[in-house]
């Protein structure tokens, strides 16, 4: 047996086993481990999901025949047309189950938007997203986890309750891990992510460091640490289109002006990136906020046809 039929063999193994009625959460572990040592366990994974919940024709067409793991037929020596038959014999019994609608969606999947208020994405376990503008997020549900990646913007999650399957966001550094709850993450500039609960208790981890907030309380993490600060009015109204600024840097105003703005926005010196301001802006507004900066700081805005620099 080839490397390559071996790891396509486990990719088969693994699909059908999660869409078993009754998963042990220690196999859980060992599929994240399996996928985690090599980027072609998780390419083959995906295209023997992808095929199989597709229901490709050839896959269909095979007689069905009882499921064999990966160690079994590692043992018997089965290699090349051997295995491929084996596995399209898996493969047809998952390809069943797709026209039943029983095979869960493996994959992640991403959800974006653009400048504006947002959108709302509601999951399958009755979860809700509400990204805000110019956000993105990927999502992952397995049957031992359920998994989001916020790669840009903010976004509030409202968790629905399942002990047996945490709900966890990685936001860069931070990663928030709750079973039900409801709290927003927002990604600020330089790496930073500003965490806000509003029900129930999240555990954010960054590194090593953990610190576990209850409703009410909201954090920032920069670089490795992790500090409590006020929740503000406007934490709970951040769809409000309006931002406060405590001393915060002009870099923290820009995203939020991101999360609006049609054109790209550049910060073109770190003086200017690390200029504290203070103020109540309508971020909703990126042309007036500008404006405002002009006068209230002394700040060089320059816009062109495709994006607006700003300088000290």
Excluded: C
């Amino acid at each position: 047996m080839t490397r390559e039929d071996k790891i396509r063999n486990e990719a088969a193994f693994w699909v059908d086993r999660m869409n078993r009625p009754v998963f042990d959460p220690a196999d859980g572990a060992a599929f994240d481990r399996w996928m985690s040592s090599d980027a072609d366990h998780r390419e083959a994974f995906a295209a023997m999901a992808v095929a199989w919940e597709d229901g490709v024709p050839q896959l269909a067409e095979v007689e069905a025949q009882p499921f064999v793991a990966p160690e079994t037929l590692r043992q018997q020596g089965l290699h090349g047309r051997d295995w491929v038959t084996a596995a399209l014999s898996m493969a047809a019994v998952v390809v069943v189950a797709v026209g039943l609608g029983v095979v869960p969606r493996f994959l992640p999947h991403r959800y974006e938007s653009g400048p504006g208020p947002g959108s709302a994405i509601a999951l399958v376990d009755g979860s809700r997203i509400q990204l805000g503008g110019n956000s993105a997020v990927q999502v992952q549900y397995l049957p031992w986890r359920r998994s989001v990646e916020l790669t840009r913007g903010e976004a509030a999650f409202d968790v629905t309750h399942d002990e047996s399957r945490p709900f966890s966001v990685d936001a860069g550094a931070a990663r928030v891990v709750v079973l039900g709850t409801a709290f927003h993450i927002d990604r600020l500039a330089g790496g930073a992510v500003g965490v806000q609960v509003s029900r129930g208790a999240v555990q954010v981890n960054v590194g090593a460091r953990g610190d576990r907030l209850a409703a009410g309380q909201a954090a920032r993490v920069s670089g490795n640490a992790i500090r409590r600060v006020a929740m503000q009015e406007e934490d709970r109204a951040w769809q409000s289109g309006w931002f406060v600024a405590r001393n915060v840097p002009l870099s923290d105003v820009v995203e939020k002006l991101r999360r609006y703005s049609n054109k790209a926005i550049r910060l073109d010196d770190q003086a200017a990136a690390d200029r504290l301001i203070i103020g109540r802006f309508k971020v909703s507004e990126p042309k007036t906020v500008l404006e405002a900066m002009k006068t209230s700081y002394g700040l060089h805005v320059v816009e062109t046809d495709d994006h607006i620099s700003i300088s000290q």
